[in-house]
Protein backbone atom coordinates (compact mmCIF):
# COMPACT_ATOMS: atom_id res chain seq x y z
CA UNK A 1 0.00 0.00 0.00
CA UNK A 2 1.00 3.56 0.00
CA UNK A 3 -0.42 6.67 0.70
CA UNK A 4 -2.74 8.87 -1.43
CA UNK A 5 -3.82 12.32 0.49
CA UNK A 6 -6.27 15.19 -0.73
CA UNK A 7 -7.30 18.12 0.35
CA UNK A 8 -10.72 19.75 0.62
CA UNK A 9 -9.70 23.53 0.78
CA UNK A 10 -12.23 25.47 2.54
CA UNK A 11 -12.79 29.51 1.85
CA UNK A 12 -14.16 31.83 4.61
CA UNK A 13 -17.68 31.66 2.94
CA UNK A 14 -17.64 27.93 2.78
CA UNK A 15 -17.53 27.13 -0.75
CA UNK A 16 -14.46 24.33 -1.35
CA UNK A 17 -11.85 24.21 -3.76
CA UNK A 18 -12.37 21.74 -6.53
CA UNK A 19 -9.89 20.54 -9.48
CA UNK A 20 -10.21 19.65 -12.64
CA UNK A 21 -7.44 17.19 -13.89
CA UNK A 22 -5.61 17.61 -17.19
CA UNK A 23 -6.66 16.40 -20.30
CA UNK A 24 -2.74 14.05 -20.35
CA UNK A 25 -3.44 12.57 -17.13
CA UNK A 26 -5.16 8.86 -15.89
CA UNK A 27 -8.82 9.95 -15.52
CA UNK A 28 -8.95 12.93 -18.21
CA UNK A 29 -10.95 16.23 -17.54
CA UNK A 30 -12.32 14.35 -14.19
CA UNK A 31 -12.91 16.66 -10.89
CA UNK A 32 -11.38 16.27 -7.49
CA UNK A 33 -9.83 17.58 -4.47
CA UNK A 34 -6.13 18.36 -5.20
CA UNK A 35 -4.84 15.01 -4.47
CA UNK A 36 -1.86 12.67 -4.94
CA UNK A 37 0.87 10.28 -3.30
CA UNK A 38 2.59 10.65 -0.38
CA UNK A 39 6.88 10.10 -0.75
CA UNK A 40 8.52 7.94 0.82
CA UNK A 41 9.21 9.03 4.12
CA UNK A 42 6.62 11.68 3.84
CA UNK A 43 3.85 11.43 6.36
CA UNK A 44 -0.20 11.65 4.66
CA UNK A 45 -0.89 15.13 6.31
CA UNK A 46 2.93 16.81 4.24
CA UNK A 47 1.95 14.44 1.01
CA UNK A 48 -1.53 16.18 1.10
CA UNK A 49 0.24 19.91 1.78
CA UNK A 50 2.89 19.27 -1.32
CA UNK A 51 0.64 18.16 -3.58
CA UNK A 52 -1.95 21.14 -2.51
CA UNK A 53 0.86 23.83 -3.25
CA UNK A 54 2.03 21.80 -6.55
CA UNK A 55 -1.44 21.58 -7.94
CA UNK A 56 -3.01 24.75 -7.03
CA UNK A 57 0.14 27.06 -6.37
CA UNK A 58 -1.95 27.28 -2.62
CA UNK A 59 -0.60 26.97 1.35
CA UNK A 60 -1.82 26.14 4.15
CA UNK A 61 -0.46 25.50 8.16
CA UNK A 62 0.39 21.85 8.88
CA UNK A 63 -1.56 22.22 12.13
CA UNK A 64 -4.61 23.34 9.56
CA UNK A 65 -5.24 19.85 8.32
CA UNK A 66 -7.98 17.84 9.94
CA UNK A 67 -8.69 14.27 9.17
CA UNK A 68 -11.86 13.71 7.56
CA UNK A 69 -10.88 9.94 6.98
CA UNK A 70 -9.11 6.98 5.33
CA UNK A 71 -10.78 4.63 2.69
CA UNK A 72 -8.93 1.40 1.91
CA UNK A 73 -8.64 1.23 -1.45
CA UNK A 74 -7.41 -1.92 -3.76
CA UNK A 75 -3.60 -0.56 -3.57
CA UNK A 76 -3.86 2.39 -1.59
CA UNK A 77 -4.68 3.94 1.22
CA UNK A 78 -6.40 7.73 1.08
CA UNK A 79 -6.79 10.05 3.31
CA UNK A 80 -8.91 12.99 2.94
CA UNK A 81 -8.39 16.36 4.81
CA UNK A 82 -9.95 19.47 4.97
CA UNK A 83 -8.45 22.72 5.77
CA UNK A 84 -9.53 26.53 5.90
CA UNK A 85 -8.30 29.32 3.87
CA UNK A 86 -8.89 33.16 4.37
CA UNK A 87 -10.93 33.98 1.63
CA UNK A 88 -11.08 32.06 -1.57
CA UNK A 89 -7.76 32.83 -3.30
CA UNK A 90 -7.02 32.42 -7.00
CA UNK A 91 -5.25 29.34 -7.39
CA UNK A 92 -2.40 28.89 -9.93
CA UNK A 93 -2.88 25.60 -11.74
CA UNK A 94 -0.14 23.68 -13.13
CA UNK A 95 -1.09 22.91 -16.20
CA UNK A 96 0.71 19.25 -16.21
CA UNK A 97 -1.47 18.23 -13.18
CA UNK A 98 -4.45 20.72 -13.14
CA UNK A 99 -6.55 22.09 -16.05
CA UNK A 100 -8.82 24.04 -13.93
CA UNK A 101 -9.78 24.97 -10.23
CA UNK A 102 -12.74 26.50 -8.83
CA UNK A 103 -14.26 27.52 -5.64
CA UNK A 104 -18.09 25.73 -5.09
CA UNK A 105 -20.36 24.95 -2.70
CA UNK A 106 -20.55 21.18 -1.30
CA UNK A 107 -24.27 20.87 -3.02
CA UNK A 108 -22.28 21.50 -5.85
CA UNK A 109 -19.75 18.99 -5.00
CA UNK A 110 -22.36 16.37 -4.71
CA UNK A 111 -24.34 17.48 -7.83
CA UNK A 112 -21.07 16.89 -9.79
CA UNK A 113 -20.25 13.29 -7.87
CA UNK A 114 -23.73 12.62 -8.61
CA UNK A 115 -23.35 13.50 -12.13
CA UNK A 116 -20.45 10.98 -12.69
CA UNK A 117 -17.93 14.37 -13.80
CA UNK A 118 -15.37 13.15 -10.24
CA UNK A 119 -12.65 10.83 -11.33
CA UNK A 120 -14.07 7.02 -10.87
CA UNK A 121 -11.74 6.32 -7.73
CA UNK A 122 -13.88 9.35 -5.71
CA UNK A 123 -17.63 7.87 -5.96
CA UNK A 124 -15.97 5.31 -3.18
CA UNK A 125 -14.50 7.60 -1.41
CA UNK A 126 -17.65 9.88 -1.03
CA UNK A 127 -19.98 7.39 -0.79
CA UNK A 128 -17.52 6.29 2.75
CA UNK A 129 -16.60 9.79 3.51
CA UNK A 130 -19.51 12.24 2.52
CA UNK A 131 -21.30 12.90 6.01
CA UNK A 132 -17.95 13.27 7.52
CA UNK A 133 -16.77 15.90 5.22
CA UNK A 134 -19.61 17.81 4.92
CA UNK A 135 -19.03 18.17 8.77
CA UNK A 136 -15.63 18.65 8.86
CA UNK A 137 -16.29 21.78 6.01
CA UNK A 138 -19.00 23.07 8.47
CA UNK A 139 -16.54 22.66 11.42
CA UNK A 140 -13.48 24.42 10.19
CA UNK A 141 -14.72 27.44 7.73
CA UNK A 142 -18.22 27.50 6.56
CA UNK A 143 -21.71 25.93 6.30
CA UNK A 144 -21.42 24.34 3.16
CA UNK A 145 -24.46 26.68 1.29
Known sequence: FHIVASVCL?????????????ASKE?????????????????????ALRELAEETGLRVALDDLV?????????ALFDLWVAPIDGEPTPTPDPEEVQDAE????????????AGVFATPWNARFEQLWE???ERVADVGGNGE
Open 10 to 22: VGTSGRVLMSLRA
Open 132 to 134: VLV
Open 103 to 114: WVTLDEVERRWH
Open 67 to 75: LVGRVIEER
Open 27 to 47: YPLAWEFPAGSALRGESSRAG
